[in-house]
Every structure is written in structure tokens, then in C-alpha cells.
């Protein structure tokens, strides 16, 4: 199940600002210290990802002209050079800057608190670009990964569109985002799926329970409708769904490990992807999702984790099929 080639697509990238900051009140004149400030956004995290895994993509969205020259040297950064050759930024600028998030990182409480901009206004015209651009690369073989939010200006029926384009070029389609986006290519046939429990309730169209049954089966109702369903249910692990498959994973970690969970869902897609791209094998590429995945818990970057780690946590990975 090779694909050829890989594509993702971050319509609202960001430049990613992570402070840390002890027992963090609002209100408060508090000191703190930068983690690190990176170029991110959820597709382009997975093509990061996939570049540490050995796995080459091509990454394209929008970027925000007045500041792409920045974005692009703290992605150089954030990977090094080696690996950025594995990365092929293919990203159409748009008047006015990429947005800059915060993240405040409290240790001392394990609490994140996130600090979302808006992104530059999109065009019309540019909606256009971009559908020309993946109509041009999307062909049998080939699959298209749509991480993140919507710009403004890009509305979900727009995005529904893009996405019926590649659809209908041939590609496999995977998406992991939310709201008005997810519900309206929720009646396409997507290759991959990513939702945690509030999407899971987007796809749906109603909300399925918490109950551990209840997820199971609302899981099993949408792999009727998708070739893959990976349902995050964060520290307690995930689930898989596939045909009449359904596994259940879960890394035992000392929560004392955790630096941050961000980027961490992007991993798990990114390190899903490139097992089933090498092999095509559901359950070892689920347990290789999970194992990147919480190894960019305990590197603090996302998708900064090391081979080392991912080998380390490939080890604690527990994934069992449930009848």
C-alpha cells in the first residue's frame, strides 16, 4: 500500500510559540521562559514527522507573504537541513502574515493553556490556486493528509470542494479537523479518519456516549463509512477501526515524563501513515502511531522526537484486538 506521493495540506499554518511558565494565573505578572518557537500547523507537523520517519511528502497550504521568509527559516530549524530535503514546501503565499500562536506550558500544574490567532484573510482566487495545485498532484497512488483549521475566508463547503477534487483525481483522503469542516466532507469516502471524542460526535451527527461500549460502537458505525477510524481518547490511549477490525492501544508512561502534548496527533497520523505506506499492516502501523505519538510527549517539540525514543516507546506500545 505504498503511497505515492504523499501530500499535506495545512490551510492555516502557524508560527508556534511555547512558553513555560510556573503555576500560570490569569491576571498575573508572572516570569517565564520560551520552550521554542517553530513553524507548525497540523498538516505540515505530519510532514515534519514523516521526515524524521524516513518518509518524504510534499507540504502545501497557505502562507502569509510578510513572514514566510521567518516560517521558513524556523521549519529549517525546527528539522534540521539533512531532513528538510525529505520535506518539499510547496506552500502558496497569500497576502498578509501566518498567524503566531502561544502555548503556556505549566509543569508545576500539568496545564496547557492555548492561544489561538485567526491567520491571514483568504481570497477567493486563492481558494482557486490551491484547488488547481492539488488537482494537478492527485492521482491514483497518491494521499492527500488535510491537517488543521479553516483560515478565514475559507468556508466548509470550500473545503469540501478541495477535498472532492482530490477525491475525485484518484487520491486517498485523510482528515483530522473539526467543526464545520469535518461535518462537511463527513459523507465523503475518506481514507483515514482522526477523531477524538467531540469529532467522533461531528461525524456522527450526534453524540455517541462516553461509555467505553458506546465508543466502540460509534467507531464501528464509522468504519462502515471509512477505510480507517484512529479515535483519540488521549491519556487513556485510542482506538482503531478497520473493516470488522477494532483494536485498542494504550503506552504505559509515568506521567512525570509528559513535556507537552502538542503536535502528539499529528505523530500518531504521521507514524500510522508511514507504517502503512512500507507494509500495510493495520495493527503494526497502529502501534507504530502510538509509539511516535508518545515519544513527542516526553521530546517537547512537536515532532521532535528521536529514534530513540520512538524505539523506546515502539517497546511499552500495547494494542490488542477486541471482539
Known sequence: MRFEPIITVTLNPAVDRVLEVEHF?????????????????????VSKALARLGVA?????????????TFEALLAASIGRDLLARLNMQFLEVPGQTR???TIIDAADQAETHLRDRGPQIAER???RLKRKLDLMSRPGSLVVFGGGMPPGVEPEQFAQIV??????????????SRGALAAVRDEPLFIVKPNREELAE????????????????GRELAERYEYVLLSLGAEGGLGFHADTVLSGHVELDPRRVISTVGSGDCLLAGFVAAMSAAGDFPAAYRRGLAVATANCI?????GFTAASVAEMQQLAEVEEIA
Do not use: M
Open 25 to 45: 494565573r490569569i491576571g498575573a505578572h508572572q516570569l517565564g521562559r520560551e520552550r521554542y518557537r517553530a513553524a507548525a500547523g497540523k498538516g505540515l507537523n
Open 164 to 177: 472532492r477534487i482530490c477525491l475525485a483525481a484518484g487520491a486517498k483522503v485523510a482528515v483530522d479537523t
Open 203 to 218: 461525524l456522527l451527527g450526534r453524540d455517541p456516549g462516553d461509555r467505553r461500549a458506546d465508543l466502540v460502537a460509534a
Open 57 to 69: 511528502s510534499i507540504a502545501t497550504g497557505f502562507l502569509g507573504r510578510e513572514n514566510s521568509q
Open 299 to 303: 521530546e517537547g517539540a512537536p515532532a
Open 100 to 102: 503566531e500562536n502561544v
Open 126 to 128: 486563492d481558494v482557486v
